[in-house]
């Protein structure tokens, strides 16, 4: 008996088939005995009706079990290692795929319904420190300026129409400027501003918007997913930002807001910081018992006639000195950045944070959407433009006295005593991994919402080694 086919010739005999167990079937034994040898197949047992009608499948059989008799183990232990294991961090949403890289075994997952709040209570009041300032310039080389200069809060005539935001914008300059270490900047200007300080007493170091998103995880607010990246140096935990692009290019859509071009209109930068594309500063201040340096930008100071202060005129003074000399200061670290001493400090007091908003929202639900980044700023002004369009008709300046703040914290009392709970859980989660490495992960949309710890496997440290040997002493 032949095995049919359709391109057999009427009244012709077909040649006798060779098929192979993985059913493949070849016009001789010699063109079977071939794919053998370049794709063994398993061995599986062959219907008795098919041995007996097609003599070439047993050898088909024979040719398989040689060669699988013959295959090294070597080679499939080859394939395994090459294989790479996959990243434990697993999504259905595409926008959140690069949060992978770098993800490896799961090391704790954290509910923020579960989070315990801890026992001291997180009051503002215990005051805070400036730890230091810089400015970022616009420059092929990244430069700063130390101590820096926020803009001043320059107001225009009423009504005014601004244009649309465009061209570059940064999501995270000191990441755009410094990829490789983010914080080194932050160690640089503490050297030229404070150098007797130490971190050893630190007990985190994070930029304010991480802190706005593990707050809004622990009150249980809907937001986007998020990932940061996690150190631990000595006692200290080091949060690190961690965004897809550190900087986008806005085209001035429908969808763009007019944020940065208002400020940009209401500001005014001073003598010898013309150049200046960004103002942070860092304040070290007690959050439940734990010891916090928060990094956060600055979007201007607010001088309302006397009644708060003004940078002195020693500070300005040393402003138009320093900007006769664009020669790089001489420290110690030798970092990535150029640091030029340059600029003056405002008061904390004069601080504020910049908005616009369309005039149909409400003012009252802005306010309160911002009050968590004001709080952990520590900034007391607020200042609102409103528009239609473009078209601005009224701006609001609200002054949030030391008894808005308590007011506010007292409120949020639980949330933000969970949030001191939560961050002692990270540093004990990265100071347990070997590589005192670890990266958060937080997706949105998920039933539960959970912060996933994995063991980091990018390798890469925090800081310059020079650095940890001149801020930590232990």
Known sequence: MTLPSSSQPPGTTA??????????????????????RNKPCPISPVPATANEATPGIVKSQVSAAETAASTPVKNKEKKKKKQKAAPTFKTEDQRDQWMAKGAGELVETINSQS?????????????????????????RVPTVCVPGAAPKWAPLPLPIQIPKDSGVQYVDQNAARVPRYPFEVLFQATEVMNPGFRFDGVDVL???SSLRRLFDFCRRHK???????????????????????????????TSTGFGHSFETHFTQLPSGMETSSGYHRVLQYNLGGLTCAVRFEVDAYYHDHGLTPTPSQAGDENTEQAAASNTPVQLAINGQVKVIQRGSTAPQSTIAEIKT???????HSELSQTMPQLWFGRTPYFILGGHS??????????????????AWETSNQGSLCKLARLLGLLRDAVKGTPERSCVAIMQRGAESMCLEIFRSTHGRKPLPDPVVKMFWTE
């Not at 040649?15 to 053998?36: M, T, W, Y």
């Not at 961690?242 to 986008?248: F, H, R, T």
């Not at 908003?357 to 003012?363: S, T």
């Open 115 to 139: 989070l315990e709040p801890v026992d001291v209570p997180v009051s503002s009041r215990d005051g805070h420190e400036l730890i230091c300032s810089y400015s970022w310039m616009h420059s």
């Open 223 to 253: 937001q986007d997913s998020f990932r940061l990246n996690l150190f631990a140096l000595n006692n200290t935990l080091i949060i690190d930002r961690c965004e897809k692009k550190a900087k986008i290019r806005v085209q001035g859509s």
């Open 206 to 208: 994070v930029n304010r």
């Open 15 to 36: 040649p006798i088939a060779s098929v192979c167990v993985c059913r493949r079937r070849f016009g001789s034994v010699k063109a079977l005995e071939q794919h053998q």
């Open 389 to 406: 369009s473009g078209s601005f008709e009224a701006i609001d300046v609200r002054y949030n006295t030391p008894g808005k703040f308590e």
């Open 357 to 363: 908003r369309p005039r149909k929202r409400n003012l």
